[in-house]
């Protein structure tokens, strides 16, 4: 006996009969949750051969066969949905003489796409509207608000904040479409959160129905979802990063529950690494909608762990839409505070000259406004650079105007971070004693504070001085340690440069080919994390390595390299 397209288990009960000997196929838009003894089959997407297959059966083998790459991409804008293939396949089916690549570039507009999918009285936008109407107001209204901002995948808290209920109110929201395939489970994360999607051919249907919605609604909504973004990930950067006052709360507003600032002081590292991707999506949403404010305030908390992840473009992005808001805003703090962050990121690309243009900006900005301490952060970032290219004395003279300011609020990371960069200054004088002091001190002060990160990374520094006080044993060590630490916090980008260091303890203790293969590991991880500037300099030790074991023509290539990588850069 077949039921199709069963709404209810109301609507099943009468016709299912009593007999063992008679099976009951019932196929529905929504799972019936409420029979007895029934075995759920939910149908999912086809894998992309299939569906090219499903495609060929309908339209001819020899014409997929002749257009293959057309295929794949009329399949893909169909979302690999079987009706969506099925209805394209009618429709070419009945034009022969229309070339594949010519109807995937008509599906290939968005805004005509479902116009397109519709074969006769069959189309994919009466499908879903037939879902649609079948949910509640609240369902429906979530829904149109989730195809309005087209994020690409959520938590079910976000819905909540869109459409401006109680967490517990948008799970159940979310869970109602999933029940009705409007809504699909992208993943469940590492912290047992399970993340959301909306299918493509879904998303254009509900974002042509957010266009009769007020567009105010779905603004606030926005405004609701990036401050508790820029709440939670403040929180987060607070307890990955600690030794400053805990950021500040918006007054008022949306809130997230309990349960989930839980999860979040569980690991709030891996947390915010896996809502970085959704984060940005409503960064930009943010902006988009002009809320300066608040977009200000979430780029500002974001780039922490974007940093982190190694994604430059994210982070470029998300630093250049905070300073546009701020600016917008007439927000000389938010100015002040996004062009230090920007310098942050041209420092790492190793772009001296524009990271000291932003901080002396931002230093300006900051003294003109009273900010002491965010102008003695400027000048700690100064000293960075200074520290690293020279002059040294200029270096020393911003660390001395900084120190006071420091003490005065108790910054203890800004005060570790000074006794490092006074380390750094000793060691490149000769003063090897008072260099260690330095870095053990910063060491320590990182280590009481609970932030391995940054411990790994002036410990990093004590390998080069120890490697300077030929105590190469202990270099080792630490070396070996720093790279341990790195990988306990998947940081791809600085294992790399941990085991960077570790290879030049191994050159110094005679072991060219163990830091060959260490260097090439160097290049493989900086490969992935897009660090082109660390890639030359470990192309540079290895081009080394080469001219040690008599390879002078490998030498030239791999310093060939490393050369152009480093032009590539800007970085002289």
């Not at 479409?177 to 959160?193: K, N, P, S």
């Not at 306990?488 to 960077?500: H, N, T």
């Amino acid at each position: 006996l077949l039921l199709d397209d069963a709404a209810s288990e109301r609507q099943v009960r009468p016709l299912l009969p009593g007999a063992a000997s008679c099976a009951v196929l019932i196929t529905g838009r929504r799972r019936l949750l409420g029979l007895e003894q029934v075995r759920t089959v939910i149908l999912d997407l086809l894998p992309q051969r299939e569906a090219v297959a499903l495609l060929g059966r309908l339209v001819g083998g020899h014409r997929v066969a002749t257009e293959p790459a057309a295929a794949a991409e009329i399949v893909e804008h169909c979302g690999l949905l079987p009706l969506a293939v099925r209805i394209a396949g009618a429709r070419l089916s009945g034009q022969p003489g229309t070339a594949l690549s010519a109807f995937a570039r008509s599906l290939a507009d968005e805004r005509r796409r479902l116009d397109v999918l519709v074969a006769g009285e069959v189309g994919v936008r009466s499908s879903i509207g037939l879902s649609y109407r079948g949910c509640r107001t609240l369902e429906q209204r979530a829904l149109r608000v989730l195809g309005a901002v087209g994020l690409p995948e959520f938590p079910a808290w976000v819905v909540a904040g869109l459409a401006d209920v109680d967490v517990r109110t948008g799970t159940e929201t979310v869970e109602a479409l999933v029940d009705a395939h409007l809504v699909g489970v992208a993943a469940v994360d590492t912290l047992g959160e399970v993340r959301y999607r909306l299918h493509d051919l879904v998303r254009l249907y509900a974002a042509e129905l957010s266009r009769s919605d007020p567009p105010a609604a779905v603004t606030a909504g926005i405004e609701r979802v990036a401050g508790a973004f820029a709440d939670l990930l403040g929180r987060a950067e607070h307890a990955v990063h600690p030794g400053r006052p805990a950021p500040p709360r918006r007054a008022g507003g949306w809130s997230v529950d309990d349960a989930l600032l839980a999860g979040i002081d569980s690991d709030p590292r891996t947390w915010a690494a896996s809502e970085s991707r959704t984060v940005l999506g409503v960064l930009r949403l943010a902006h988009a909608a002009g809320l300066w404010p608040v977009t200000v305030l979430l780029a500002e908390r974001i780039t922490w762990i974007i940093d982190l992840q190694s994604d430059w473009t994210g982070r470029r992005g998300a630093v250049e839409l905070g300073l546009d808001a701020a600016r917008r805003a007439g927000d000389e703090h938010g100015t002040a505070t996004m062009l230090a962050r920007r310098a942050d990121l041209e420092w790492d690309l190793g772009r001296a000259g524009a990271a000291v243009a932003d901080l002396a900006r931002a230093r300006l900005l900051h003294r003109r406004l009273g900010y002491r301490h965010g102008e003695a952060l400027c000048l700690l970032g100064l000293a960075a650079v200074y520290t690293d290219r020279g002059p040294l004395r200029r270096a020393a003279a911003l660390l001395d105007a900084a120190a006071p300011v420091l003490d005065e609020v108790r910054d203890r990371r800004g005060q570790a971070e000074l006794l490092r960069l006074r380390g750094l200054l000793h060691r490149d004088r000769g003063e090897l004693a008072a260099a260690g002091e330095c870095l053990a001190d910063a060491a320590g002060i990182f280590a009481e504070l609970g932030d391995e990160r940054w411990w790994a990374y002036v410990t990093r520094g004590l390998v080069r001085l120890r490697r300077q006080q030929g105590r190469l044993a202990e270099a080792e060590q630490l070396a070996v340690e720093c790279v341990a630490s790195f990988q306990r916090m998947s940081d791809r980008r600085w294992e790399g440069y941990a085991l960077f260091s570790l290879a030049e303890v191994d050159l110094d203790r005679g072991r060219p080919e163990d830091a060959e293969q260490r260097l090439r590991h160097c290049v493989e991880l900086f490969t992935a994390t897009g660090d082109q500037r660390a890639i030359g300099q470990a192309l540079c030790q290895l081009g080394e390595v080469r001219r040690i074991a008599g390879d002078p023509e490998g030498a030239v290539a791999v310093l060939t390299d490393a050369i152009e990588r480093i032009d590539e850069e800007g970085d002289p």
